[in-house]
Every structure is written in structure tokens, then in C-alpha cells.
């Protein structure tokens, strides 16, 4: 009878165990193949998983993981493209600069050089700004925000002759808890990139849905097609427009889609309804009163 007790005991040890086991030995090849370089590896996580929270960071953690792999890749190439290009012709500005005697072209040569410099200046803190927003100790000063009167104040900043911007409202209470000056920071980039894709008409709604506010921002622009849609919220990956125009260095939405993920949101990108280019619908949790 003890051992009868004692085996009856066991088995049930393994029974309990064996799921355990099995999860480990899972949670194991997955990081073992993720340190391999397989980045895309994650674990199908249950309910009833003994281990169920490290599972979910362990998938959380390789997400952030190839995200900041893939952010180094673009940035990357983005500083060995867009620096190369004014370092070229600064070199070769200076090249000429030297045998130009004519004071007139002199001066010409040397605002050329200016402008090169900018560029590269201009380049940097787009960089920097960037990683600013990669930081662990990042201290968000979180506060009700009256989404209205924020939209408004963006707006007017950016209104001009040759750009019509048009809002409409229709949420009785559209106030979400976030940081001021960087859903500030959010919604300016959001309206710049319609600006600069656009032709002179972007509409602007504020809506409410359940436990969300929804700002939707649309131009009349060529739309954003599908394949791209997910790349143009990556670092230093532009539009076809602004490449041509050499406007900016491609951080505007990146921005965006990293101020909205720290406020638990997200952004969705669209064919407009209404006009003929995109919309970029910012999703964000709506503070209950």
C-alpha cells in the first residue's frame, strides 16, 4: 500500500509536470532559434500555460527586439544614402570653390555650401530625434487632453493660402490621458505629411467610438497604396512625392506610430472616402469621466 501510495504520487507529479516540461522545452527552441537569427520566431501561447506570462514576454520581447533591428537597417542605410549625397557635393563644391576667381560665383558656390550644410544639420537631429524616442527612461508627463481644442490649435498653426484644412467634430466627449507635447508632436507631423502629399485640401474629423477617440486626418493626394502602407511608418522611408521634392528625411509618421503606440493606440492608413488621396485614422483610449 505505501508504495502503491508513493507510485500513485509520482504519476501525478508527471501529469502535472509534463505540461510544464513540454512548455519549457518549447520556450527553449524558441529562444534558441531567435539567438540563431531567426527574428520571426514566437511562442503559441494558451490560457492554461503554466508559464503563460514569460511567454508573453518572450514574444513582446523578440517583437521589440526585431523592430530595433530592423530600425538599425534603415537607419542605416538612410545616413550612408542621404548623408553621402551632400557630403559628394559639398567636396565637390570645394573642389571648385578653389579655382573660382569671379567674386560673384564665389559667394553663389559659397551659399550652395551653406545649403549643403543645413541639409546635413538638418539630417542629424532627425536622427537624434528618432532615438530620443527609443528610450527606456522616457518619463511620459501624462495628463487629460481635450482633443478639440488641441486639433484646433495644431490647425492653425498650419493653415495657410495654399493649403484649405477642414475640421469637423462629432464626439461629445473626446478627452484621452497622454502626454501634451508629444501627441502635440504627433498630430503637427500627421497634418505636415497630408500638407506635403496633398493638394491643397486636407479634412480633418474627430469622432468617438465605445472606448476610443478617432482622429482622422485626409488629403487629396494619389492615396498611399497598399504595399506600402506598412513601410511608410518605418524610419526614413518616403513617398514617392517627397523623394522627388526632397522634403524631409522621413521621420514624420515614425513619429507618429511610436507616439500613439506609447499612449496604447494605433495608427490605421486608408484610401479617403471622401477625397482622393489617404487617411490616417489615429485610434486612442478615451479617458471615462
Same mark, same amino acid.
Given at each position: ?19 510544464? #516540461?513540454?512548455?519549457?522545452?518549447s ?8 539567438g ?13 500555460s ?5 511567454e508573453?514576454?518572450?514574444?513582446? #520581447? ?17 545616413v ?18 578653389e ?9 553663389? =558656390? ?7 550644410v543645413?541639409? #546635413?544639420?538638418? =539630417?542629424?537631429?532627425s536622427?537624434?530625434?528618432y ?6 527612461? =522616457? ?13 484646433e ?31 502635440? #508632436? ?18 480633418v ?27 511608410i ?25 511610436r ?9 490605421d ?13 489615429m485610434?486612442l483610449p478615451?479617458?471615462?469621466?
Open positions: 500500500l505505501t508504495l502503491s501510495f508513493y507510485v500513485f504520487l509520482i504519476l501525478l507529479f508527471l501529469i502535472w509536470a509534463f505540461p510544464l #516540461m513540454k512548455q519549457l522545452s520556450l527553449r527552441k524558441a529562444a534558441k532559434a531567435f540563431g537569427g531567426k527574428l520571426d520566431q514566437r511562442i503559441t501561447s494558451n490560457s492554461i503554466y508559464i503563460r506570462d514569460i508573453i514576454e518572450f514574444n513582446n #520581447m523578440a517583437t521589440r527586439i526585431k523592430n530595433l533591428v530592423s530600425d538599425v537597417q534603415l537607419l542605416s542605410t538612410a550612408s544614402h542621404d548623408l553621402r549625397t551632400p557630403l559628394a557635393r559639398i567636396r565637390f563644391g570645394l573642389d571648385t570653390l579655382e573660382v576667381n569671379d567674386d560673384t560665383l564665389r559667394v553663389k =558656390l559659397q551659399i550652395k555650401l551653406s545649403e549643403d543645413d541639409e #546635413m544639420t538638418s =539630417l542629424v537631429e536622427l537624434l530625434n532615438a530620443r524616442l527609443d528610450q527606456h527612461t =522616457l518619463i511620459l508627463n501624462r495628463q487629460p487632453i481635450e482633443l478639440f481644442l488641441l486639433i490649435q495644431c490647425i492653425k498653426k498650419k493653415q495657410s493660402d495654399k493649403v484649405k484644412i477642414s475640421f469637423k467634430c462629432t464626439a461629445q466627449y473626446a478627452v484621452t490621458v497622454a502626454d501634451h507635447s508629444y501627441l502635440k #508632436m504627433a498630430l503637427n507631423n500627421i497634418l505636415q505629411n497630408a500638407i506635403n502629399y496633398g493638394e491643397g485640401i486636407v479634412n474629423t474627430l469622432d468617438e467610438d465605445h472606448n476610443l477617440v478617432i482622429i482622422r486626418v485626409s488629403d487629396n493626394g494619389k492615396g498611399v497604396p497598399e504595399n506600402l502602407r506598412d513601410q511608418v518605418k524610419p526614413f522611408v518616403r513617398g514617392t512625392k517627397l523623394e522627388s521634392q526632397n522634403k524631409g528625411h522621413g521621420v514624420g509618421l515614425a513619429i507618429v506610430n507616439v500613439i503606440e506609447w499612449h496604447n493606440g494605433h495608427l492608413i486608408s484610401d479617403s472616402t471622401e477625397l482622393s488621396g489617404a487617411t490616417f485614422t485610434y478615451k479617458n471615462k469621466q
